[in-house]
């Protein structure tokens, strides 16, 4: 999808977008990410209407959408932590519905809930999940890990007595623990600090292989992602490259999307 | 946009092609007529077998007659939960909802019977023993087992979410009754500790006499009539709630 | 897709298996060192109970001995439903939970581990509340026949409710529906520590009405099989 279309809602949906994208450029496989059709039912409401995604190695893409568009549910089937209604996900060449245990120890996850034990130490978090993921050289990796994040001296102290920041870097530091080759971050700027979305900034840039990252600020997906997602009604409406779009552009589109689907 | 009901689930979490299962015109109505039919011809041969052509029992008179009854209705509680046990099986290893259906059936059938099985015990025993209740190891195990099978229908009523429903039941559909054997066991350990007196002792007597024994199957053939015929009309009516779950989710996809 | 260089050798399934419930039953314990609430609430729970019974029952010295086996095992079994509540409510609380089911582990260690931690906070318990109840009863509680019986009694009801608490406590009513579920199943549990207890207090070594060790026995490795294979499915979404 290039920007010279004057009306990005006059392509349909998403999954016409990807398919067409697809043809158009070559890309190697095996992908990162490969989803189609997904669906996700709580009873009979569907909170996702059918998702196709395509991530590939090195890529950085973000989710934003309006409240209830269903970025946390998409989220949470890439994390394998909810099983789809309907639909194929593959992950880093897995089958993730049939194989789903064989995926996860290579995702890293920073979700709304930090996953931190508040009356363990920092450090003690760290240790258990790097146990749980099988990390070699745990004590290096968790001091190293403590230290990328700015929390270098602060192992000792109880996450409860950390600031939300703090807390937030830490589930950071969790998700990165065992060099994972898909990050999925929802909403990673939660409390966090100048300073800390510098470091987040950094990391989405420099350290995962790929990533998934959802958000409210559209100003954090151009400048963070290489390619954006706008999600509606538990569909993707839009996906274009970032390369190719101005905030204002982004927008303007996302209010269209937005309002077309209320 | 294809509808979920006609997709090809890969992964298929949710029951297979709804639209298989039909509300009932046409064929399938004509087993349901026939076993009914056969039903009711059964239950009133029974009553027959019961009431007329079984001889009366010296020590109890009349009311041993609830014996033909209170002990078809056990083995039909045991065998509604057996297929409950299966039922379970396998809808875990398959995900299909039609497993989840005859569970769910077959556990409220069962719940049924069980209830009948232990106040038709109550009834024998008031007469025979003077009390309403006595805690007789077979009388004991059904309570227990009805205490179960009551859960079993409150868990699916606490958590009203399909599949998550259907598979917490399997569970427990699937633990209780591999507790069943365990929980006999127990209670007849206890009660030979502590000997109550017995209301109904198929063991206990070897030899019916050929009448009576002729009796007893003909109520059990009924009664296992019964539990058929109620369970194709149980699973059919599960299976329509299924399908307004499967078009609700079809009309959600659809936007709103 | 790179080798990732994090991850360790894994030298067999089984010990990396027995590492990771290791690491989650010592981080339950850990918590439970540090927040302390539920050891000590249960063990209070137990004292008070027994206090209840006294004063509902009205028992005389007399009675007591044939009364003390099934007020020790509803006592239990209480306290237990108690302690089992916990188990799972915090994670759910906390938020903790998901961060458990990322993980690459098998999801029945996580069961295994949560029974361990069970089993332990329960022990805890116990041996406050035996020589208590020993001492008020003036029975022979702390006998190694009794000790055992009381420890069987609480592995199978911690691997039966555990594999029950993870289910309800993903439901509403959660507290109501945990004893509904649990405690029907749990009826020959009941029975065989109840009696087993009954007749190792009348001065037998072991019980002898009834192979009650081996019911036990078996009950436990029917629950902890059971569950092992059906967790998984609890915890899916």
Redesign the interface.
């Known amino acids: 999808m290039t920007g010279a279309t004057a009306n990005p809602l006059a392509k349909l949906r998403g999954r016409e977008l990807a398919a067409e994208g697809a043809a158009a450029v070559p890309r190697p496989a095996p992908s990162v990410v490969e989803a189609r059709g997904l669906v996700k039912f709580y009873g009979a409401t569907a909170a996702l209407r059918g998702c196709d995604l395509r991530l590939d190695?090195g890529e950085r893409l973000a989710l934003v959408g309006p409240n209830g568009a269903g970025k946390t549910t998409l989220l949470?089937l890439l994390?394998?932590?909810?099983?789809p209604s309907a639909g194929r996900l593959m992950l880093?060449?897995v089958d993730a519905l049939r194989q789903p245990?064989a995926v996860?120890?290579?995702?890293g996850?920073v979700?709304?809930?930090?996953?931190?034990?508040?009356?363990?130490t920092a450090a003690?978090n760290l240790k258990?999940?790097g146990?749980?993921?099988?990390?070699?050289?745990l004590d290096e990796?968790v001091a190293a890990g403590l230290a990328t994040i700015g929390l270098g001296g602060l192992g000792g102290r109880?996450v409860g007595t950390l600031s939300r920041g703090q807390q937030q870097r830490l589930a950071l530091a969790?998700a990165l623990?065992?060099?994972p080759?898909l990050l999925l971050l929802d909403e990673p700027d939660t409390g966090l600090d100048e300073a800390g979305q510098g470091l987040l900034a950094a990391i989405v840039r420099e350290r995962a292989p790929a990533v998934v990252l959802a958000t409210h600020a559209l100003e954090r997906a151009l400048a963070l992602a290489d390619r954006v997602a706008i999600l509606s009604g538990g569909r993707i409406a839009y996906s274009a490259p970032t390369a190719d779009l101005t905030l204002a552009d982004l927008r303007a589109t996302y209010r269209g999307v937005a309002s077309a689907d209320a | 946009m294809s509808s979920i009901l006609t997709r090809e689930p890969i992964a298929a979490p949710a029951g297979r092609d709804a639209r298989r299962f039909s509300a009932g015109f046409g064929k399938q109505d004509r087993v349901l007529n026939v076993l009914f039919v056969l039903t009711v011809v059964a239950m009133l041969a029974a009553l027959y077998a019961i009431f007329v052509y079984a001889p009366t029992e010296r020590v109890m008179g009349h009311v041993q007659r609830i014996f033909y009854v209170h002990v078809s209705l056990a083995w039909l509680s045991y065998l509604a939960f057996l297929v409950v046990f299966v039922a379970s099986i396998v809808y875990?290893w398959r995900r299909d909802e039609r497993w989840d259906a005859a569970a769910r059936a077959s556990a409220e059938i069962g719940v049924v019977f069980t209830t009948l099985f232990i106040i038709s015990g109550s009834l024998w025993g008031r007469p025979v023993w003077g009390t309403w209740w006595t805690w007789d190891a077979r009388l004991t195990t059904t309570a227990?087992?009805w205490?179960?099978y009551?859960?079993y229908l409150?868990?699916r009523a606490?958590?009203p979410d399909m599949p998550?429903a259907a598979?917490?039941a399997?569970?427990?559909g699937?633990?209780?009754f591999?507790?069943v054997p365990?929980?006999h066991?127990?209670?007849v350990?206890?009660r030979?500790?502590h000997p109550e007196p017995t209301v109904a002792r198929l063991d206990s007597s070897p030899l019916l006499p050929p009448e009576m024994l002729a009796t007893l199957v003909v109520a059990s053939v009924a009664f296992g009539l019964l539990y058929v015929t109620l369970m194709i009309v149980r699973v059919r009516l599960e299976r329509a709630r299924d399908e307004v779950r499967y078009l609700q989710q079809a009309l959600s996809l659809r936007g709103e | 897709?790179s080798e990732?260089?994090?991850?360790?050798p894994?030298p067999s399934a089984l010990g990396?298996y027995l590492?990771?419930v290791g690491?989650?039953a010592l981080?339950d314990l850990?918590?439970e060192s540090?927040?302390r609430e539920t050891v000590a609430g249960v063990l209070v729970f137990v004292l008070l109970v027994l206090g209840l019974f006294q004063f509902a029952l009205d028992f005389e010295r007399a009675e007591a001995r044939r009364l003390v086996p099934g007020v020790l095992w509803i006592t239990l079994l209480f306290a237990g439903l108690l302690a089992l509540g916990r188990a799972f409510a915090a994670e759910r609380d906390?938020?903790?939970l998901?961060?458990?089911?990322?993980?690459?582990?098998?999801r029945s260690a996580l069961y295994l581990a949560k029974v361990l931690a069970t089993v332990v906070m329960m022990s805890a318990v116990e041996a406050v509340a035996l020589p208590v109840f020993a001492g008020v009863f003036d029975a022979p509680l702390l006998a190694p026949g009794v000790l055992l019986t009381v420890f069987l009694g609480t592995l199978g009801f911690a691997a039966?409710g555990t594999?029950?608490a993870a289910?309800a406590a993903?439901?509403?009513?959660r507290d109501v529906?945990l004893p509904?579920?649990l405690?029907?199943?749990l009826?020959?549990l009941l029975?065989?520590a109840a009696?087993a207890t009954d007749d190792l207090l009348a001065g037998a070594a072991t019980p002898v009405?009834?192979p009650?060790w081996e019911?036990l026995a078996?009950?436990c490795a029917?629950?902890l099989g059971?569950?092992v294979l059906?967790f998984d499915?609890?915890l899916?979404?």
């Open positions: 190695a949470k994390a394998t932590l909810v099983r880093l060449g245990a996860r120890g290579r995702l996850v979700a709304h809930d930090t996953y931190l034990y508040r009356d363990l003690e258990l999940y146990r749980l993921y099988g990390v070699d050289r990796r109880r969790r623990l065992h060099e080759a | 875990l227990i087992l205490f179960i009551v859960a409150m868990l606490y958590v998550r598979r917490y399997a569970v427990l699937i633990v209780g591999v507790d365990i929980i066991m127990s209670v350990w206890w030979t500790l | 897709m990732p260089s994090a991850l360790s894994q990396s590492r990771v690491a989650l981080k850990r918590l540090r927040r906390q938020g903790t998901d961060g458990l089911l990322l993980a690459p582990i098998d039966a594999l029950f289910l993903q439901t509403r009513a529906l509904l579920l405690l029907p199943l009826v020959p029975i065989g009696r009405s009834a009650w019911l078996g009950l029917l629950f059971a569950s059906l499915a609890l899916e979404e």
